[in-house]
């Protein structure tokens, strides 16, 4: 399913309807600020494997590598054994960061981008 020298980032893919506002479509701005970051870096999309998920839970591929507890997305799950200042957790061996400014901090940390202007 994943490759293990590849890290694998979760994206909510755009244009969702949630239940809980019927009749509405959304997009998630979080993960819509590291598509940006995906598009400023092309290069990105050959060292880091994007999956864009479906709004509704369970996320069953995002479970399956960092358990029920921790299926909010933007996720970035890291590859077994490589840990990262910005880790949000561990599950099943391999580090995950949560959340749109971690994970980019997590992938200037990994030399894949530059960092942000101050």
Do not use: W
């Not at 997009?27 to 509704?56: N, W």
């Not at 960092?66 to 590859?79: D, H, K, T």
Request: proline residues 9%; hydrophobic residues 45%; glycine residues 8%.
């Amino acid at each position: 399913m994943t490759s293990d020298n590849k890290a694998t980032l979760f994206l909510l893919a755009p244009d969702f309807e949630d239940a809980k506002f019927p009749g509405q479509r959304f997009f998630c701005r979080h993960s819509a600020l590291v598509e940006g970051v995906l598009t400023s870096f092309p290069a990105l999309l050959g060292t880091v494997d994007v999956r864009r998920i479906a709004f509704p839970r369970p996320r069953a591929e995002v479970i399956e590598l960092v358990g029920e507890a921790n299926q909010a997305l933007p996720v970035l799950v890291l590859p077994a054994g490589q840990p990262s200042a910005y880790a949000s957790g561990e599950a099943n061996g391999r580090a995950f960061v949560s959340g749109a400014e971690r994970i980019i901090d997590a992938l200037v940390e990994r030399g894949l981008i530059p960092p942000a202007h101050p």
